[in-house]
């Protein structure tokens, strides 16, 4: 299976998002104000040339970030069933996935597993143990994205609920290890490295969390 490497212009283009949210914030004067403005401009352009998305909803996009530019945390879920991993189908891409999403304000890392778990696979689960904590552009994802993310896999326990699909999920249901070959994946969520390192995890529970 072949990932692709983000290219430099991807990380350019972020690195000049940042910069340019970080000094609207604290640019007193308005002539700065106006050169990050600009900046913030450059970034989406070179965003929509590469990409072909259209500039002024790549803009609008860029602009909505307010106050210090920091990483967004993607939260999943890693539940197992004996030796059986929980995977949903993406309703999207028609991939597959370890259930997650965006980590939401006012909730633990845990908290969010848990409410993601059950929002797309119908389970109810409690947090066990940080796996690993990755920073996504540095494993391989299939598409990418114009703002930094931090990827935090949490093993949970299952303890109730029964499989029910989402308006974000069509399928639900837990595979063995061998099951993954040849399984279509949502890459852009999860690649078919992680759940090895999943089932690797399961099988090794004595291990540290992995950090990038």
């Known amino acids: 299976?072949?990932?692709?490497?983000?290219?430099?212009?991807?990380?350019?283009?972020?690195?000049?998002?940042?910069?340019?949210?970080?000094?609207l914030l604290y640019a007193q004067n308005p002539f700065d104000q106006e050169r990050y403005a600009r900046l913030r401009e450059i970034a989406a352009e070179i965003w929509a040339q590469q990409t072909g998305?259209?500039?002024?909803t790549v803009l609008n996009l860029f602009c909505e970030?307010?106050?210090?530019?920091?990483?967004?945390?993607?939260?999943?879920?890693?539940?197992?069933?004996?030796?059986?991993?929980?995977?949903?189908?993406?309703?999207?891409?028609?991939?597959?996935t370890l259930p997650g999403g965006w980590a939401?304000?006012?909730?633990?890392?845990?908290?969010?597993?848990?409410?993601?778990?059950?929002?797309e696979s119908g389970y109810r689960t409690r947090p066990v143990k940080l796996l690993a904590v990755y920073d996504r552009s540095k494993h391989g994802h299939s598409t990418f994205f114009p703002f930094h993310i931090y990827k935090l896999f949490i093993r949970c326990e299952l303890i109730g609920g029964q499989p029910a699909c989402s308006h974000e999920t069509s399928g639900v249901q837990f595979y063995t290890r061998a099951g993954l070959a040849g399984l279509p994946l949502s890459e852009s969520r999860t690649t078919f490295a992680q759940l090895q390192r999943m089932f690797a995890h399961a099988e090794n529970p004595d291990w540290p969390a992995d950090l990038d």
């Open 53 to 56: 998305s259209d500039r002024s």
């Open 65 to 96: 970030q307010t106050g210090y530019a920091t990483p967004k945390v993607d939260v999943r879920g890693v539940v197992f069933d004996g030796d059986r991993l929980l995977l949903v189908r993406e309703a999207s891409d028609g991939g597959w």
């Open 1 to 23: 299976m072949k990932y692709v490497e983000e290219p430099h212009w991807l990380r350019w283009a972020r690195e000049l998002q940042a910069i340019a949210q970080n000094g």
């Open 104 to 119: 939401d304000p006012n909730e633990s890392p845990g908290e969010a597993a848990v409410r993601e778990i059950f929002e």
